[in-house]
């Protein structure tokens, strides 16, 4: 038995049909149609204590889910998922204690709430003793620089301060387990940069197993050790970062603009030539061929070259080479 | 999943304090709130004074206008009114935001984020959904029942205070179960105008006493949607009143109504619940 088991699980929704027109719509206040839809669909993993995995897919791919599940806020159709030799949904209290949940898309902040005052209702809501409490109030602001914003309301903060925010709320019971969904969704660079450095030491210092939801590939080489990759419900990838890039990663795309039309002229055969539109030609090349600077510098050396975009695979490429592969 | 019986009375005690502590910070939070936006509350108490000082005034436009509704003086029947609103405003001022809110919450995903924390989401909602505005209402409805009163000419024993004080705790049960239970189709998206329109629409035929309807209405203002023992059964009791219905009992039937519907609203709120989390949405 591992800390974390899923074991084939699956997860479908009742969807009401619903058809245009009146006459439909009618219809539909007697008698509702349903489809059936399989958001998740037969999935197995484990995950052992301390691990730091991302859980990846395109969005839809049934990766809020899964977590959903995991955090006991939903029950499965069918299979079996236990974290610490408990069933989620059913001691969801029990369960509540030893997690942390973040959904990146949605605030579980006060709105007119300063973070000290937060930190109060949190201590409340999970009773978290004294102790703890003040040990783990300036951790946390210390590691997540909150020292400059606690005293502002929670609307006024950037989107930024807001997820660091989110996060140590997250972790003011000491949980053992950190489900983050989304974490980096709509921040800038920067504050991306910020979060995922955040995330390792959370992980690296405070040993706690970590599970998080993205659909950003450098959050992905960045921070996570593992990766388990769901697409449309179903699970196309369990293992190492390493093993995940040499598999599927290190195909880029170069975007060209040549001066004037260079018909008839030969390009490297290393380069997959995918699409042409006027004098902008679309090439498709992997790392493990031909390295992007060395890309770079042949159109530069050999052409007379206006404009050039280079562009690295995102998840949808990394699924669909998935599908490809195997 | 609530519970279990290996909790014992002292753990249960812990357990209330728990939710008390909580129930105390949410409402320095929302007293905050209040301060930050204190224009808003303001003109927000003031409209709904507005609002319910006309029906208030209506009612009593009404009454005068016919001296008197089936052996019911003008003051007799504004104490319906009276005891309504009190009743109404103590339960909303509790279960609002619950039931009100919850479809909200389902779409926001905050439904979710509270069933990732180790508490009840039932009292959580209570302790989070404390709803200021509500004094308004409170005071008018108490402005009315002692103009009522002294009108009649009528001082309550401290006995009859005591009852008072348990019939508008029926009452207000009353009013909080109908809440509750019309808010559940919300959490499973369906929205239910349907039960809104029972409840808000037969809320007002008893602002008037029951006698005066026919034997349909108050048969199912007695024994299907038991809205009589807000204000027409107690009032009775308190006015000496006894052009009974049914039974002479029933003017001392509102608590344990009260407490009995309200048992059933919790239960089929959690099931509400249970059904979200197997189907989500």
Request: glycine share 8%; charged share 20%; net charge neutral.
């Amino acid at each position: 038995m591992s800390y974390i088991n899923v074991e084939n699980v699956v997860k479908e929704f009742k969807v009401v049909r619903r058809e245009k027109g009146l006459i439909n719509a009618l219809k539909s206040l007697f008698h509702r149609e349903y489809d059936i839809v399989t958001a998740v669909d037969h999935i197995n993993f484990m995950i052992d204590k301390g691990e730091l995995v991302g859980y990846i897919g395109p969005n839809g791919a049934g990766k809020s889910t899964t977590i959903k599940m995991l955090s006991g806020i939903l029950v499965p159709t069918a299979g079996r998922i236990t974290v610490d030799g408990v069933i989620p949904h059913q001691n969801r209290k029990e369960n509540a204690r030893r997690i942390g949940v973040v959904f990146g898309q949605r605030s579980s902040l006060e709105w007119d709430l300063p973070m000290e005052e937060t930190f109060d209702l949190f201590q409340k809501i999970y009773r978290i003793d004294d102790r703890m409490y003040k040990r783990n109030v300036e951790f946390y602001v210390e590691l997540f620089a909150m020292q400059s914003f606690l005293k502002r309301p929670v609307r006024q903060l950037s989107l930024g301060q807001k997820m660091r925010a989110e996060i140590a709320v997250a972790l003011l019971h000491d949980p053992e387990i950190l489900y983050l969904d989304e974490p980096t969704i709509g921040l800038d660079v920067v504050a991306k940069n910020h979060i995922r450095q955040f995330i390792k030491r959370i992980n690296s210092e405070k040993k706690i197993t970590l599970m998080l939801t993205t659909h950003d590939m450098d959050d992905i080489e960045q921070i996570c050790d593992r990766i388990i990759m769901i697409d449309q419900g179903k699970l196309l990838y369990d293992g190492f970062l390493q093993n995940f890039k040499e598999k599927y990663g290190g195909e880029y795309t170069i975007t060209v603009d040549f001066a004037y039309a260079e018909e008839g002229r030969e390009v490297d055969p290393r380069l997959q030539l995918v699409s042409i539109e006027g004098q902008r030609k679309v090439y498709v090349a992997h790392r493990s061929v031909i390295e992007t600077t060395e890309a770079l510098r042949y159109f530069i050396d050999n052409f007379d070259v206006s404009h050039l975009n280079i562009r690295e695979a995102d998840i949808e490429d990394v699924v669909r080479n998935a599908y490809v592969k195997g | 999943m609530e519970g279990g019986p290996e909790k014992t009375d002292g753990l249960r005690r812990v357990i209330h304090m728990h939710y008390f502590r909580l129930y105390l910070q949410f409402i320095k939070i929302r007293l905050t709130s209040i301060v930050s936006y204190r224009g808003s509350f303001f003109a927000g108490v003031i409209a709904q004074f507005l609002s319910y000082g006309a029906g208030f005034f209506a009612t009593w436009l009404l009454v005068k206008a016919f001296h008197e509704l089936n052996g019911w003086t003008p003051y007799e029947v504004l104490l319906l009114y009276g005891m309504n609103l009190f009743s109404y405003a103590l339960a909303a001022f509790f279960f609002f935001n619950l039931a009100v809110d919850i479809e909200n919450l389902v779409i926001s995903g905050r439904l979710d984020g509270i069933l990732v924390k180790p508490v009840n989401p039932f009292l959580y909602l209570i302790c989070n959904g404390f709803n200021v505005a509500y004094f308004s209402h409170i005071s008018l409805a108490v402005f009315t029942m002692i103009i009522c009163f002294r009108g009649l000419g009528i001082s309550l024993t401290p006995i009859m205070l005591v009852m008072l004080a348990l019939s508008i705790l029926g009452a207000a049960l009353i009013h909080a179960a109908a809440l509750v239970m019309t808010s559940v189709p919300a959490i499973w998206m369906l929205r239910a105008r349907f039960s809104d329109i029972l409840y808000w629409g037969m809320r007002e035929f008893i602002n008037y006493p029951l006698s005066i309807y026919n034997r349909a209405v108050q048969v199912i203002l007695t024994f299907i949607l038991p809205y009589g023992f807000i204000s027409f059964y107690p009032a009775q009791l308190f006015l000496g009143k006894e052009d009974y219905l049914f039974h002479p009992s029933l003017p001392y039937a509102t608590l344990p109504v009260g407490l009995g519907l309200f048992f059933v609203a919790y239960r089929f709120w959690r099931y509400g619940i249970d059904r979200y989390q197997g189907t989500g949405t």
